[in-house]
């Protein structure tokens, strides 16, 4: 399949450590966040979501922080496999108008 | 269950030709999405249908983009005529409504030479 982006971050990772890919937002009246994972030829997968009222939220092998005061979102990945290996976006939306903004992407690369 | 079903999943065409991509949406799904995501960059939203009518287009260059879901079901973008800069992939999601989760097709790998 194609690549879904050739000049993105890269975060190089050896399989079974935990991976941690960050994401900053433009919009404070953003209330609802998104992680996304897009393997190559295929459209984006959901992973996880976190409200704004939360700062934390855990989901299997999967962690995300949300941290508003400087606008930072941040997924976690514990013990990276080789499926792992992807490019990640965050999406932002506002309660009004339900809106999805994705920010630019992290490709994550799985070392055996 | 099905996903969204994308077509064609790759086409390419020469500026100032014709194109059209097709989707088919999860049965059910009320709300349509089509993105256009260029390569190294996340996607944006091009136009949102909620069942056959259009909530959102703001972002659709209308002088040559057009989409319509005359049936509220499935749904087609066109591009005429396309320039090089249109180069990208169309995905095209779906979601219960605006408030639920969003579901992707493949995508089309759309070139323009």
Known sequence: GESVGLHLPTLSVQEGDNSIINCAYSNSASDYFIWYKQESGKGPQFIIDIRSNMDKRQGQRVTVLLNKTVKHLSLQIAATQPGDSAVYFCAEKKAAGNKLTFGGGTRVLVKP | ?113
């Open chain 2, 1 to 113: 269950e099905a996903g969204v079903a994308q077509s064609p999943r790759y086409k390419i065409i020469e500026k100032r030709q014709s194109v059209a991509f097709w989707c088919n949406p999860i049965s059910g799904h009320a709300t349509l999405y089509w993105y256009q995501q260029i390569l190294g960059q996340g996607p944006k939203l091009l136009i949102q249908f909620q069942n056959n009518g259009v909530v959102d287009d703001s972002q659709l260059p209308k002088d040559r983009f057009s989409a319509e879901r005359l049936k509220g079901v499935d749904s087609t973008l066109k591009i005429q005529p396309a320039k090089l800069e249109d180069s990208a992939v169309y995905l095209c999601a779906s979601s219960l409504s605006p408030s639920n989760e969003q579901f992707f097709g493949p995508g089309t790998r759309l070139t323009v030479l």
